[in-house]
C-alpha cells in the first residue's frame, strides 16, 4: 500500500475514533436527533469523523506544500 493511501486511511480512522470520543464525553453532539445507542447515530459519528480527519490531513499537507514553496 503506497505511503499516501495509507495515510488518507489512517487519517479517516483516527478522524472516527476521536468524534466517538469527543460524542462519549459529551464535548460535541453528533446525534443529530437519532435515538442514543443506534445505527444512524454511529452512522453519523462515523461520517463527520471521517470527513473531519480527512479535511485535517489535506489542511496539514496545504500548509507543508506553502511552507516548501516559501523556501
Known amino acids: 500500500m503506497s505511503p499516501g493511501i495509507r495515510s ?3 487519517a479517516i480512522v483516527c478522524g472516527m ?5 469527543l460524542h462519549v464525553r459529551g464535548v460535541v453532539d453528533l446525534s443529530f ?6 445505527v444512524a447515530e454511529g452512522g453519523m459519528m462515523a461520517l463527520f469523523g471521517g470527513i473531519g480527519g ?3 490531513l489535506l489542511a496539514s ?8 514553496r516559501s523556501k
Open 54 to 56: 480527512y479535511a485535517i
Open 33 to 38: 436527533g437519532f435515538p442514543p445507542g443506534g
Open 61 to 68: 499537507r496545504i500548509l507543508r506544500k506553502f511552507l516548501k
Open 17 to 21: 475514533m476521536a468524534a466517538s470520543f
Open 8 to 10: 488518507v486511511i489512517l
